[in-house]
């Protein structure tokens, strides 16, 4: 972009900052502003009016929807207030759910990873293309596959019980296996790219020192490549545990009712008449506070680690 | 120097195997390097140097042969298990950790105590002068001060040889030079056996207790620096080590009996090459009957090429008068001022061009210029018959 703004001529670098060529900066402004700043203001704001019974909201400014979220005043609201612990429950259990999926989809991403980085350049785009290839599958077909896989009739159980590994079909759908397989299939490339990337970067010839100064594989695994690679290890799990966090069509469709998540909350606020609309935008928020604040101690860490050593 | 062998490399082969083409690094390769030696690697790009220092380290498998460490074969084992640290090319200083923890890491590794580890670690960060930048990270240290980490982690677990992968390429001309007294110095003072790989002749010179050099996958000559320069066995090395001159010349015969007034000349030289023995050469450009040294013997009448360094040939103003001794007529094609010398292109009567280097001595004058007719003479003593 820089290029192109500087073929404009002598003093094309200067214009920018007196503020003449705002128009470029155009399509970040429209991308922030139209598609996350407007949107967020919105949520924030339904999530303090009134619920309107029929879906929609009532433009009264209340505190109701947090209120819902917390508080428990029995079935009639007219028993002492109490902690509301269905909701902390989901959050909870959503909590767990997405952790496990990031811890597997780690132990699983990393070696993925570090086999793709540690091959022939010319072979490490096949290897990725592989990676890929289901991900051009639109996510709800493949998570409605994936219950086809796994069900008591399904292919899975035919095969274990073929082999005579089991006698009876096991019950795979609807439990939290269920709901982590699907978590796993969903993100593991956001896990496997970002790691790939660190380690392609990863100048191999600190293994060979360590290995040098008496390392044997695990240590140099442990005590130079993984801090080596940090980064793109922190950003693989960021980037899995948040959409898994809110993630609702595997838990929806694999995890059954019993097993809800923060995602088939939201989603239930939203859907035909019975939807509570500023319960679900306060749910929402309560979820993006969450991360931000998970967000700002890894940033804060990071900082920490780019000024050390004095 | 003692009479124990640190590393015994014994008929050692590296094929790198390729579907069409497999590339021999390394062919058949023996030699040992002394206790407390400072031994050098010398060679172009692509020679095998790096192959076999990483034989050593143990970041190459060995196609055939051995390597003994004091004795004892380590060709089998894992780097991690070879008592032998090495200084990497671009360092590879762990970056995530500070100077002190970088210099500690073998010694943590090996389960030395604690107490142990802190001593030696700090004694290796005063041996480089480093003790005040402990805390730092890799990347806030200059280059040349990397390079000093570098070394402090790998002297730090004491191995019994230190191997050293062109460690000064990455520094700039000064810096270079300091670290070479540096090096040596740190050698000295340790005692462990150095094993340096560079393509920097003059680095190897100026370091080196002996030198190997070696050029597509096999080892040309193995002398002390001296040996190397003033004996070179083939045009490889006279080549690759200084500038030389490779004129022809026919056997005539074994060594003539020198006239009276050389004799004096012909005993000191003697005690420069013992192992050579003497032939009688006529030059192709005209100078007859010379004795020179050879490392090899040569059948009469046999072509061969001899060598001799531009700064051992004199040149003169054409005089009339007698006495010339092994002199030729030539003309001065051009003359380049290099500082400390003057080197001189010369065109000789029968067509062949030499070089030559005069030194800028005090009372040096250029008593010639470009075109004029001079008078070259080639000292007996200074020519060596070079193998093929």
Redesign the interface.
């Known amino acids: 972009m820089a290029g192109w703004i500087t073929k404009g001529g002598n003093g094309a670098q200067t214009s920018i900052v007196d503020g003449k060529q705002h128009i470029l900066l155009m399509p970040a402004w429209f991308v922030i502003g139209i598609l996350l700043v407007i949107p967020v203001l919105v949520m924030l704001i339904y999530s303090f009016l009134t619920q309107d019974f029929r879906g929609g909201v009532i433009w009264e400014f209340t505190l109701e929807a947090y209120d819902q979220f917390f508080i428990d005043r029995g079935l009639f609201g007219d028993e002492p207030a109490r902690i509301e612990w269905t909701y902390l429950g989901i959050f909870w259990r959503s909590f767990l759910q997405a952790l496990f999926a990031m811890v597997f989809c780690f132990l699983i991403g990393f070696p993925t990873a570090y086999f793709i980085a540690t091959r022939a350049p010319k072979s490490r785009s096949f290897w990725l293309f592989l990676i890929t290839i289901p991900y051009w599958v639109n996510l709800l077909i493949r998570t409605v596959s994936m219950k086809f896989l796994i069900r008591d009739t399904g292919p899975l159980n035919n095969w274990l019980m073929s082999w005579g590994v089991i006698d009876d079909p096991i019950s795979m759908i609807n439990t939290n296996f269920a709901i982590q397989l699907g978590l796993f299939y969903s993100y593991l490339p956001f896990m496997v790219l970002p790691i790939y990337a660190s380690i392609e970067r990863y100048?191999f010839?600190?293994s060979?020192?360590?290995?040098?100064?008496?390392?044997?594989r695990w240590?140099t695994l442990f005590?130079?490549v993984i801090?080596?690679v940090?980064p793109g290890i922190i950003a693989g799990c960021i980037l899995v545990f948040i959409p898994s966090l809110g993630a609702f069509l595997a838990p929806d469709l694999l995890g059954g009712a019993k097993n809800f998540m923060i995602g088939s909350l939201v989603e239930e606020q939203f859907k035909g008449q019975s939807g509570d609309w500023p319960f679900g935008a306060a749910v929402s928020m309560i979820l993006l506070t969450i991360i931000m604040i998970i967000l700002l101690f890894y940033a804060r860490a990071q900082s920490r680690d780019n000024n050390?050593?004095? | 120097m003692t009479d124990t062998h640190a590393i015994d490399i014994v008929s050692v082969t590296k094929v790198y195997p390729h579907r069409t083409d497999p590339v021999v690094a390394l062919d058949n390769i023996s030699f040992s390097i002394g206790d407390n030696e400072f031994f050098t690697l010398l060679g172009p790009s692509g020679c095998g140097k790096t192959t076999l220092l990483r034989m050593i380290?143990?970041?190459e498998d060995i196609t055939k042969g051995q390597i003994l460490l004091f004795g004892d074969d380590i060709s089998r084992l894992?780097?991690?298990q070879r008592p032998?640290?090495?200084v990497?090319?671009?360092y590879?200083?762990?970056?995530?950790l500070?100077v002190y923890e970088n210099v500690a890491?073998?010694l943590k590794?090996?389960g030395r105590d604690t107490d142990f580890i802190k001593t030696q670690t700090h004694a290796m960060l005063e041996l480089i002068r480093m003790a005040e930048f402990a805390?730092?990270?890799p990347s806030?240290l200059s280059g040349g001060q990397q390079q000093r980490v570098a070394l402090a982690?790998?002297l730090a677990?004491q191995p019994k040889v230190l191997l050293l992968d062109e460690p000064l390429s990455a520094l700039d001309l000064k810096l270079r030079q300091a670290m070479r007294e540096e090096l040596k110095e740190i050698q000295k003072h340790t005692g462990i056996t150095f094993i340096f790989v560079t393509h920097d002749q003059e680095e190897a010179l100026t370091m080196s207790d002996r030198i190997a050099v070696m050029s597509n996958g096999q080892v040309q000559q193995i002398g002390s620096p001296k040996e190397i320069y003033d004996n070179p066995t083939n045009i490889f090395v006279a080549n690759f080590i200084g500038e030389a001159n490779i004129l022809k010349a026919k056997v005539t015969g074994p060594e003539k009996s020198p006239a009276k007034a050389s004799k004096a000349k012909a005993s000191k030289a003697q005690a420069v090459a013992k192992d050579q023995v003497k032939l009688c050469v006529d030059l192709e450009c005209g100078i007859k009957g010379l004795n020179i040294f050879s490392q090899s013997q040569f059948q009469k009448g046999k072509q061969i090429n001899v060598m001799i360094r531009p700064e051992r040939i004199q040149i003169k103003p054409l005089s009339r008068g007698r006495g010339k001794v092994n002199t030729v007529g030539g003309t001065v094609k051009s003359i380049s001022y290099l500082g400390t010398d003057t080197q001189v292109q010369l065109l000789l009567d029968d067509g062949e061009s030499l070089l030559a280097r005069l030194q800028n001595t005090i009372d040096a004058t250029s008593s010639f210029g470009v075109g004029n007719k001079v008078e070259i003479t080639i000292p007996e003593i200074s020519i060596r018959a070079l193998s093929e």
């Open positions: 100048n010839a600190l060979e020192a360590a290995a040098d100064l008496y390392s044997n240590t005590k130079v801090p080596a940090k050390g050593g004095h | 380290g143990g970041f894992q780097s991690n032998v640290n090495t990497f090319q671009q590879a200083l762990f970056p995530h500070t890491f073998g590794r090996l805390e730092r990270k806030q982690r790998a677990p």
